[in-house]
């Protein structure tokens, strides 16, 4: 079997890639040693960047559908409720920003709504088709997959989770630490006895804080326990008896376990993310704390900053090596600031309400929704103009939304697999065809200097400059122009 590009694992990760894959029409196999589809809720928070990805990727209004603002925080004494309080902020939608909340969906439902898409792209997943070990060579990537014999790709992308098999045939280092030494506990449940409007916690439990999540779109909740002692027993009636010690309900309340887990909080980064034709994506690359609601969202941008670069070279030519190198130079230092920014949060008190451990550095919000993550400096970050504030647009910044002279959303012109050009105070310069161009002259420095932008297929400022005759040597670079 020959394929383009070879993706080890249908997680987020992996769904989205592959998604953004078969929308480029780059050839890609998609597989997952399981049987079918992960089917815990385990990350179920949907930062607003990753929102406005999933809005590109055309499952917004499902993602919409299926979930719901996170609920208020709870807590409980004694068997008696005290004050609910929102564990995020609920800032209000602007003009730059048209998703700014985080977006409660079980992460089985989110894979399930990617799967759906992958399928109408003309997607799928090998399930029960494991790697069972690959090499590489100038040429390409060569792997034996179970029910499937041999596989040969261009690339290779391990999605496979942070006990990456692909990561470790590599022998590529998590470098971390481990965020907290007590085990925690995470399941799906169905319940009795309490209401789906709010976030049930328990703060000063005997034996370790317990939190009880309703679940949108669903009759469940998400149990997490943190153990001060002993370790978790993940079987049903072990999580009854811990719903039971730790909360005024009793054993029967719990009337079916669906799925548990048990692990210990760590925080760990790879020391490279690409070898060669093998590029480590998601939790194969970068392993975080739940405090914060960070891992899922981060892997899925991994995906969205690396789809495009596969596609540029498989599709139109780009040179491989500056692309694919800028994937790691981009992503690693992203990833590090994420992992700081989970374990703050965690060591700051991972359950509302509960003693924190340390001084707690990063809060939920602008410290986790996302959107100011960039690439200022980058590799692909070409900015030209000088004298700027700190605060103006710039090379390598999320491309913020805008409402354009005809009443539509700058967001829908992005849409798509393309890049788009945006020019202020000066009109748009004759660009190759499948570049979008536009002006709007808003989207300039404070100044008002005529400026122009490439916006690169991810929804990143790539270019920004007032001489037109840097694009198209940009464009060069980029595989956009000949």
């Given amino acids: 079997m020959r394929t383009g590009i070879l ?10 890639l592959a998604c953004d894959l078969a929308r480029r029409g780059v050839d890609a196999l998609l597989i997952e040693r399981a049987p079918a589809l992960f089917p815990g809720s385990r990350g179920k928070g949907l930062q607003p960047r990753t929102l406005e990805i999933l809005e590109d990727l ?109 990561r470790r045939a590599l022998g590529v280092t998590m470098l971390g630490e481990t965020v907290d030494p007590r085990p925690s506990l995470v399941a799906d449940v169905r319940i009795t006895g309490l209401d789906h409007a709010h976030w049930h916690v328990f703060p000063q439990a005997p034996g370790g804080a317990l939190a009880l999540c309703p679940m949108p779109g669903t009759d469940e909740f998400q149990v997490y326990a943190q153990y001060e002692d002993g370790e978790p027993d993940t079987s049903a009636d072990g999580v009854r008896a811990l719903v039971a010690a730790r909360s005024h309900l009793p054993a029967d309340a719990v009337t079916e376990v669906r799925w548990a887990s048990d692990f210990r909080p760590r925080a760990a980064l790879a020391e490279r993310f690409r070898v060669g034709r093998v590029l480590l994506a998601g939790d194969a690359a970068h392993v975080h704390s739940p405090a914060g609601g960070q891992g899922l969202n981060t892997s899925v941008q991994d995906a969205y900053n690396l789809g495009w670069k596969l596609g540029q070279i498989l599709r139109h030519g780009a040179d491989a090596e500056p692309l694919l190198d800028s994937y790691e130079a981009e992503r690693l230092p992203v990833a590090a600031d994420v992992l700081e920014i989970s374990t703050s949060i965690h060591r700051g008190g991972a359950l509302a309400g509960q003693p924190g451990s340390g001084p707690r550095r990063a809060t939920r919000g602008e410290d986790t929704d996302q959107l100011a993550v960039g690439y200022r400096g980058g590799p692909l970050s070409a900015e030209r103009r000088t004298g700027l504030a700190d605060d103006d647009l710039q090379a390598g910044d999320r491309a913020p939304d805008a409402l354009l002279t005809d009443g539509t959303r700058l967001f829908d012109a992005l849409r798509g697999p393309h890049a788009t050009i945006v020019t202020a105070g000066t009109d748009a310069p004759p660009v190759p065809a499948g570049i979008r161009a536009l002006r709007h002259d808003a989207y300039g420095p404070a100044d008002g200097r005529p400026t122009l932008y490439l916006i690169r297929p991810d929804g990143y400022i790539g270019l920004a400059t007032e001489t037109p005759t840097d694009l198209t040597p940009y464009l060069i670079t980029l595989g956009l122009a000949d």
């Fill in 58 to 166: 055309g499952v917004l209004a499902r993602i919409r559908a299926a979930g719901s603002p996170y609920p208020a925080m709870l807590p409980w004494a004694d068997g008696t409720a005290g004050d609910p309080f929102p564990l995020v902020p609920s800032p209000a939608a602007t003009e730059q920003v048209p998703h700014p909340e985080v977006w409660m969906v079980p992460q089985w439902r989110t894979q399930e709504i990617l799967y759906t898409r992958l399928q109408e792209l003309g997607g799928q997943v090998r399930f029960d088709s494991a790697l069972l070990g690959f090499r590489q060579d100038a040429d390409g990537v060569t792997a034996q997959v179970e029910g499937l014999g041999t596989v040969t790709a261009d690339y290779l992308v391990a999605a496979d989770g942070g006990r990456s098999a692909v």
């Fill in 7 to 16: 993706v080890v694992g249908a997680g987020p990760t992996g769904l989205t």
